[in-house]
């Protein structure tokens, strides 16, 4: 992307939206151009903050781990998304790992960076509390759902925030292994095949290539 599509392409993020022109044009000079390889960590989990990131292309998966080595997925970053503003801000370790689902590209800028064109831009601190704002949403709906829904409950609300409709049919098109989905709701492996299994059973739903397909709306219960 040259500086022209790169400016375009901020000013449709969510926490550059608003920015004039020459403003844009200050951000683009901190930034850095970036491509990581699919599976790269950005950052793990308690590392120092160095740096802030935009997903320019590609996916990425945000995530905690035990040390046995299970995961809870906090969300899936697309195009536009902001990564590790965080320990800029504050200073402290990174909240969570956050690594390449995809071969991605990003800008990337330092923590010097970042500060300095935060202190030149007077919107851009208003725009980060938005953006902060919106994670405290996000966050207090992961926790709502942790706490008030059984698993089956949280498949559901999973699966009904990623239906897209294609040739008239809805579907999930992400493929999603039965591991992936376990974990994004906080269960295991075997959980979900069982759900996995009965949804197909009732008729709800059918599996192809890892993908799938609704046929009817997800029952309330199980
Ligand atoms: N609730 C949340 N919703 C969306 N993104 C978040 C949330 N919490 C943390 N993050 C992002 O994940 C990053 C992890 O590293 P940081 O703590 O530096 O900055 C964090 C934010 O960019």
Redesign the pocket.
């Known amino acids: 992307m040259d500086h022209h599509l790169l400016k375009n392409f901020l000013s449709q993020t969510a926490i550059f939206q608003d920015f004039a022109d020459e403003d844009l044009d200050i951000v683009l000079n901190a930034a850095v151009k970036r491509h990581l390889p699919k599976g790269t960590f950005l ?1 793990r989990e308690g590392d120092p ?1 160095e740096a802030m990131y935009i997903l320019l292309e590609g996916r990425t998966r ?1 995530f905690t781990s035990d040390n046995q080595g299970k995961e809870f997925v ?2 899936i970053g697309e195009a536009g998304d ?7 801000i504050d200073d402290e370790p ?3 790992s ?1 690594q390449t689902e995809d071969d991605s590209s990003f800008l990337m800028f330092s923590k010097q960076d970042f500060r300095e064109a935060l202190g030149a831009l007077p919107n851009a601190k208003d725009q980060l509390i938005m953006n902060l704002a919106r ?2 949403r ?2 207090s709906l992961t926790m709502k759902n942790l706490a008030l829904l059984d698993v089956y409950g949280r498949v559901r609300a999973l699966f009904e925030g990623m239906l897209t409709e294609a040739d008239g049919q809805e579907m999930i098109s992400e493929p999603l292994t039965q591991q992936a989905i376990a974990d994004r709701v906080g269960s295991s492996r075997e959980m979900i095949a069982r759900i996995l299994k009965e949804l197909v059973f009732g008729g709800y739903i059918r599996l192809e290539n890892k993908r799938i397909i609704l046929l009817q709306k997800l029952p309330e219960r199980f």
């Open positions: 950052f903050g945000s906090f969300m902001v990564f590790g503003e965080v320990s800029l990174r909240s969570w956050t994670m405290v996000r966050l």
